[in-house]
C-alpha cells in the first residue's frame, strides 16, 4: 500500500524541471561524455514533503531532524508542506494537501526512517530471498561536509557492501556547512543497498544521503533558461576529467599545474552575465603549447579542413586575434563573433552537463574555458581546453549558417526530455565536435575536435576508423568514445546536407511546444498561445515584404 501511496503521490504535482543550479539545486541531466543523470532534486523535495508530513501526523511527536531531507525545513506552523530556501512550492490541489491524496503512507510507522524511493526498493527487496538479491542500479546524492576527502570513504565503504561505482559525479554544494554534493550510480543487491545507505547515513561526514528515483516523471511545466542572464544558474560541471581526481589525466602528478586549473576555474566560476571577460595573463608554458597547436593547424588545415573553416580562419587572423605566439583572450574574441555572428562568449570552469551548454547556444552564448592542456600532451587532451575551443570550434561559429545551426542545435535542447537531451547531444558529439563532410569529392574536417587535434585528425582521414554517412536518426543512438579516438565518424555529403538532415530530424522530436529566440528582446519564447503566434506571423509578413521588395528592386536595376 505504501507503493500505491507513494505512485499517487508522485501524480499530484505539476513537476518543474530545472537545469544546474536553478534555485541552489542541481538537476537530473545527462552529459555530452557520460550516462549520468542528476534527478531534480526540485522533485525529489516535493515528493519528499508528502512523506514527511505524512509520517509527521502518524508520528504525534512530529519529525526527527535527523532525516529532514538535506537540512531543509519542511512544514509549516499550521502543517501545511513548504521546500524553504527558494525552491518551488508544490503545486497541489488549491494549493494544499488534501488528506485523501496522502494515503496510507501515513499509517506507517515501520518505514519511518525511509525514504519514499527507499520504501519502493524496501518492498522489492523483501517479495523473496531472490528478490533481496536482485541486482539493482541506483544513484543516491551525497552532502559532504568534509569535501573530497570524503570520497576515500565512500568508495570503501560502497566495495565493502559488494557493490560496483559505475559512475561518480562531484561539484560545490550551495548549501551552508557542507562542501560538496556527489552523485555516485552504484550496481548491487538490493539488500545491500538498503544497508550502505543506512550505514552513510550513521557518518558524521554526511549531511544528506537520499536514494535517486530512476523513475521517468515527465514535466508538465519544464523549466529552462528563457535570457542569457539566466546562465549564471546553469554551470553544472561533470568532473570526470579533473587533474585531481583522475589518475590518468597527464596533469595528476603536477602539484603547479593543479593549482593554475584551480586559479582560472574560480575566475569562471566567478563570472555573472553582463561582466567583462576577464583577462588572463598566460605563462610562457602555456604560450609555447598554443603555438606548438597553432603551427599544426596551419599546416594540416588547407587540406583537411572544410572551406567555411577556411575563410573564417583567415578573418580571425587578419583581425589579429588569431597570433602564432599568444593565446587570444575570450574578451577579443567574444565582441570579434558578436561583430560578425552575434554569437558572444561566455567562461566555463570546466566540462559542461549537456541541458546546460546546448542551452547556451539558443542564445547565441558559446562556454568556453580559459585554462590549457598540459604541456606535455599538446596535441590531444582528454577534456576541452581553451585550445581546443579557440581553434576548434571559434572559426564557424564565425561564420553565419554554421552559427544559426548551432543556435538551432540550443534551441532544440530546451525543454527537451532526458531521452532526447541525450540523443542531441549524440548528434552534437558526431558533427560539431567529430563531422566530416564532402567537399569536391574530398574528405574535410568541420568538427572542432578534429581540427584542433593533429593525432585524431590524422586517425580520421586513414583508413583505420570506420566511415558512416550522416543520419541523425541512426548517428543520435550510436555510443561514441570519450577516452580514446573514435573508431566510427559520420560524413555528410556537405555541410549544407548535415544542416538540412539535423532540421528534419529536430522536427520530429516529441517536445509539446515549440520555442523561437526573439533577437529584439533577446529572450527565448514559447510558442504556446494564438495572440504570440499572430505577433510573429505579422513580423514575418513584414520581413517578407522587405525581402520582395529587395528582389524587384534589384531585379529592376539588373534591367536598366
Not at 68 to 90: A, C, M, R
Not at 293 to 298: A, E, R
Amino acid at each position: 500500500m505504501a507503493v500505491a501511496a507513494a505512485q499517487k503521490n508522485r501524480e499530484m504535482f505539476a513537476i518543474k524541471k530545472s537545469y544546474s543550479i536553478e534555485n541552489g539545486y542541481p538537476s537530473r541531466r545527462r552529459s555530452l561524455v557520460d550516462d549520468a543523470r542528476f534527478e531534480t532534486l526540485v522533485v525529489k523535495q516535493n515528493k519528499q514533503s508528502v512523506l514527511e508530513e505524512a509520517r509527521a501526523r502518524a508520528n504525534d511527536s512530529g519529525l526527527d531532524s535527523e532525516f529532514l531531507q538535506d537540512g531543509v525545513h519542511i512544514g509549516n506552523e499550521d502543517n501545511s508542506p513548504t521546500v524553504e530556501d527558494g525552491t518551488y512550492q508544490d503545486e497541489t490541489k488549491n494549493g494544499q494537501l488534501a488528506d485523501a491524496d496522502i494515503g496510507d503512507a501515513a499509517k506507517t510507522n515501520e518505514d519511518y526512517t525511509l525514504t519514499e524511493e527507499e520504501v519502493i526498493l524496501q518492498n522489492a527487496a523483501s517479495e523473496s530471498p531472490e528478490a533481496e538479491q536482485a541486482i539493482q542500479q541506483a544513484a543516491f546524492l551525497l552532502r559532504m561536509r568534509d569535501g573530497m576527502g570524503s570520497l576515500a570513504r565512500i568508495l570503501k565503504t560502497i566495495d565493502n557492501y559488494k557493490g560496483c561505482v559505475q559512475h561518480l559525479e562531484t561539484r560545490p554544494s550551495q548549501l551552508a556547512g557542507v562542501q560538496f554534493d556527489a552523485l555516485v550510480k552504484v550496481s548491487m543487491s538490493r539488500i545491500n543497498l538498503l544497508q550502505l545507505i543506512r550505514s552513510l547515513r550513521q557518518s558524521t561526514s554526511f549531511a544528506g544521503v537520499n536514494l535517486v528515483s530512476e523513475n521517468n516523471i515527465s514535466s508538465k511545466t519544464p523549466w529552462f533558461p528563457c535570457h542569457a542572464s539566466d546562465l549564471d544558474n546553469c554551470n553544472h560541471l561533470m568532473t570526470k576529467y579533473e587533474p585531481e581526481l583522475d589518475m590518468n589525466h597527464p596533469g595528476f602528478a603536477d602539484k603547479v599545474y593543479r593549482e593554475r586549473r584551480k586559479e582560472i576555474a574560480e575566475i569562471a566560476f566567478a563570472y555573472k552575465y553582463g561582466d567583462p571577460i576577464p583577462h588572463i595573463t598566460y605563462t610562457e608554458t602555456e604560450n609555447a603549447t598554443w603555438q606548438r597547436v597553432f603551427k599544426t593547424v596551419l599546416d594540416l588545415m588547407d587540406k583537411h579542413a572544410c572551406s567555411e573553416y577556411r575563410a573564417a580562419f583567415g578573418k580571425l587572423v587578419a583581425a589579429k586575434i588569431f597570433v602564432p605566439d599568444k593565446i587570444p583572450q575570450l574578451e577579443d574574441v567574444s565582441n570579434f563573433l558578436r561583430k560578425h555572428t552575434g554569437f558572444t562568449v561566455r567562461p566555463a570552469a570546466g566540462l559542461l552537463t549537456s541541458r546546460d551548454f546546448l542551452a547556451s547556444l539558443a542564445f547565441r552564448v558559446f562556454q568556453s574555458t580559459q585554462y590549457v592542456r598540459h604541456a606535455t600532451r599538446p596535441f590531444h587532451t582528454p577534456e576541452p581546453d581553451c585550445i581546443h575551443e579557440l581553434l576548434g570550434h571559434i572559426p564557424l561559429l564565425a561564420d553565419p549558417s554554421f552559427a544559426q545551426f548551432s543556435q538551432e542545435i540550443g534551441l532544440a535542447s530546451l525543454g527537451a526530455s532526458d531521452t532526447e537531451i541525450e540523443k542531441l547531444s549524440t548528434v552534437y558529439w558526431f558533427t560539431v565536435e567529430f563531422g566530416l563532410c564532402k567537399e569536391n569529392q574530398e574528405l574535410k574536417a568541420y568538427g572542432a575536435a578534429l581540427l584542433s587535434s593533429t593525432s585524431e585528425l590524422l586517425h580520421a582521414i586513414s583508413d583505420k576508423p570506420e566511415l558512416r554517412p550522416f543520419e541523425p536518426a541512426s548517428t543520435a543512438v550510436q555510443p561514441y568514445q570519450d577516452q580514446d579516438v573514435q573508431p566510427i565518424y559520420y560524413v555528410a555529403e556537405s555541410l549544407e546536407d548535415a544542416k538540412d538532415k539535423f532540421r528534419r530530424w529536430v522536427s520530429t522530436m516529441s517536445r509539446p511546444f515549440e520555442v523561437r529566440f526573439n533577437p529584439h528582446t533577446e529572450r527565448v519564447e514559447v510558442l504556446d498561445s494564438v495572440d504570440k503566434l499572430e505577433t510573429l506571423i505579422g513580423q514575418l509578413n513584414t520581413e517578407m515584404l522587405h525581402l520582395t521588395n529587395a528582389v524587384k528592386k534589384l531585379k529592376g536595376s539588373h534591367f536598366e
